[in-house]
């Protein structure tokens, strides 16, 4: 059998040398567009309870979180080897002392073995860069930024707080580094066609992004855009599995083939959710691209076009 796309597992097996499982962080990180450093109310689209684990909570500290973490999985995986998850909020922002021990922290932590820092372009300074080259060479590392979107009025509708020549910028800065970078972007969102979708695909591909996050628009109960959705529905188009099924594939054709897809769907508990979801677990939604891809003969990178 052919190969679909690049899958996430199989590569991120390669990079650490063994099998390893992400453990997420709530290391007590804000964000500026929360803080009034340049907005406040953060993305009209984020409640980080829909993917922060029980036993995220900054009354823990890194260490703590890490070894329950640990304890979870080990039941499971006794073997296993881990990276610490920096996953809310902002991971980057602040005094450059208190975030580099926060991350010196976690690898003292017992088969930790690497980091997965999750952040905003704007929020990336040389000197963290330099810092973060350096760890490189000693422990697996890479930086995950929140792209969203690549055009810069959906960004303003959103209250992203940054411009997508900011997200430009800060990739290939960190690509220049020599540090494994990544991506989520969010397709659904208010004011992108499927066309634009589509595109931003080409636009990704241009940049040195080497893992790439996929996430359905979800409405979240208390955010924002749910209010806005509920006043002005006519502005969202709130694609129905099957749809969303046929603009990932659209979408992955359109990627560079060497881009490593480490997923496609994102999912929130049901408790949290302003509009009902698809019901579908991750893998069964993984299983319906993979059938559909072979239906269509489609495949990651068919429809690439290098600029």
């Not at 020599?178 to 940049?207: C, F, K, M, N, Y």
């Not at 006519?234 to 054709?253: G, P, W």
């Not at 509009?275 to 990651?300: I, S, T």
């Amino acid at each position: 059998m052919s190969v679909l796309y690049k899958e996430y597992g199989p590569w991120l097996t390669e990079l650490a040398g063994c099998k390893v499982q992400k453990i997420s962080i709530n290391a007590g990180f804000t964000c500026p567009n929360r803080d009034g450093v340049v907005g406040t109310g953060g993305c009209t689209y984020c409640n980080n309870q829909t993917f922060n684990p029980a036993y995220c909570s900054t009354t823990k500290s890194v260490s703590e979180q890490l070894e329950e973490g640990k304890a979870f999985f080990r039941k499971k995986y006794p073997e296993m080897k881990y990276l610490a998850y920096f996953q809310a909020y902002t991971n980057t922002y602040g005094d450059i002392s208190r975030v580099t021990s926060l991350y010196e922290e976690s690898l003292a932590v017992d088969d930790v073995i690497g980091l997965v820092i999750g952040t905003r372009p704007d929020c990336m300074p040389d000197e963290l860069l330099t810092y973060l080259e350096t760890l490189n060479k000693r422990t697996v590392l890479i930086v995950e930024y929140g792209v969203e979107s690549v055009y810069d009025d959906v960004l303003r509708r959103i209250n992203r707080g940054h411009t997508f020549a900011c997200t430009v910028d800060a990739v290939r800065r960190t690509a220049a580094h020599g540090i494994v970078t990544g991506a989520h972007i969010i397709l659904g969102l208010p004011g992108q066609t499927r066309e634009r979708i589509l595109d931003a695909a080409s636009v990704l591909s241009s940049l040195p992004i080497d893992t790439l996050k996929l996430h359905q628009l979800q409405l979240i109960k208390g955010t924002r855009m749910a209010e806005e959705y509920f006043n002005n529905p006519q502005d969202f188009h709130l694609y129905t599995a099957d749809e969303y099924i046929d603009l990932v594939i659209d979408f992955v054709e359109r990627l560079r083939p060497d881009m490593t897809l480490e997923r496609f769907v994102s999912q929130s508990p049901t408790s949290l959710l302003a509009v009902p979801g698809w019901g579908l677990k991750n893998y069964e939604f993984v299983d319906k691209v993979r059938k559909r891809m072979q239906e269509r003969g489609a495949r990651q990178g068919r429809l690439f076009v290098a600029e």
